[in-house]
T-cell receptor, first 115, second 112 residues
């Protein structure tokens, strides 16, 4: 149980375009999901907390207008990278807290390459 | 700012050897989690420790949470090539829920 599905696994886009990444909790409801970014050979950095039915909470230094987060249902959160640039190329990972337990279930990640 | 110092950053050992990975902080965490991450995939939770002094075992892996809940260790006995991967510690307690503070990870390579 407690599976988080992330899609797509990888995407290549042109500079200036927007990319949407989906994160779904398959067998549980997640009122809160989290978006992380991981650069090569570095650890995960929390970007924002996605709250169902309300605005996301962004970490310091993360542009909310560039990284749009929508959490319209209890099982789906989306991250849209707008006007992507090569420096946005990274590994984006979502997670959700597992019900009645500690620890978090992570999606399989999305490798974004902006060319 | 809460930080988790994880060491060593890289570890290359022979099959059958033992190893320990350390995760240290000056901050107190309500819980500390250990994850394993394969290339191109998200981290997979191995264990969560909550109580100071707690010890948890997962087959050949032994996890310990420090008495003051500021540090943790992962010990692997008789390492196998299948243990190869990136091990991450993550502390929770930095304010809002889900704000996991991750260590930089330990890249383990076990050679047959």
């Amino acid at each position: 149980g407690a599976v988080v599905s992330q899609h797509p696994s990888w995407v290549i886009c042109k500079s200036g375009t927007s990319v949407k990444i989906e994160c779904r909790s398959l067998d549980f409801q997640a009122t809160t999901m989290f978006w992380y970014r991981q650069f090569p050979k570095q650890s995960l950095m929390l970007m924002a907390t996605s709250n169902e039915g309300s605005k996301a909470t962004y970490e310091q230094g993360v542009e909310k207008d560039k990284f749009l987060i929508n959490h319209a249902s209890l099982t789906l959160s989306t991250l849209t990278v707008t006007s992507a640039h090569p420096e946005d190329s990274s590994f984006y990972i979502c997670s959700a807290s597992r019900p009645s337990n500690y620890g978090y279930t992570f999606g399989s990640g999305t490798r974004l390459t902006v060319v | 700012t809460q930080l988790l110092e994880q060491s060593p950053q890289f570890l290359s050992i022979q099959e059958g050897e033992n190893l320990t990975v350390y995760c240290n902080s000056s901050s107190v965490f309500s819980s500390l989690q250990w994850y394993r991450q394969e290339p191109g995939e998200g981290p997979v939770l191995l264990v969560t420790v909550v109580t100071g002094g707690e010890v948890k075992k997962l087959k050949r892996l032994t996890f310990q949470f420090g008495d003051a809940r500021k540090d943790s260790s992962l010990h692997i006995t008789a390492a196998q090539p299948g243990d190869t991967g990136l091990y991450l510690c993550a502390g929770e307690g930095g304010g809002s829920q889900g704000n996991l503070i991750f260590g930089k990870g330990t890249k383990l390579s076990v050679k047959p």
